[in-house]
């Protein structure tokens, strides 16, 4: 098992930032990415960014040049995800997300999800 903890959020204001955070522990060998995705109310689950374990990134198109998602440098497998520049279509719960190699194929684990409210 892997276990999640997700920090930050909040309510901020059009043009501003936030930054979360989320620590994975336990199981933690063979995580392949480890990253957020966001739910906003009557809309599908999406990918907002990740991070391979070589460092590799992805962004959600939305999102490119506005989030940035880094490592801790002193914990591997501690990542944060600055949001800058905020608007009312980033507000959701935001969702720390690790797949995860298993034997029969690749797990995801979640966090409990913060909310992300943007408003003014």
């Known amino acids: 098992q892997v276990q999640l903890v997700e920090s930050g959020g909040g309510l901020v204001q059009p043009g501003g930032s936030l930054r979360l955070s989320c620590a994975a522990s336990?199981?933690?060998?063979?995580?392949?990415?480890m990253g957020w995705y966001r739910q906003a109310p009557g809309k599908q689950r999406e990918l907002v960014a990740a991070m391979s374990t070589g460092g590799t990134t992805n962004y959600a198109d939305s999102v490119k040049g506005r989030f940035t998602i880094s490592e801790d440098k002193n914990a591997k497998y501690t990542k944060y995800l600055q949001m800058n520049s905020l608007n009312a279509e980033d507000t959701a719960v935001y969702y720390c997300?690790?797949?995860?190699?298993?034997?029969w194929g690749v797990g995801d684990y979640w966090g409990q999800g913060t909310q992300v409210t943007v408003s003014s």
């Open positions: 336990g199981n933690i060998f063979s995580i392949n990415t």
């Open positions: 997300n690790v797949k995860k190699t298993l034997p």
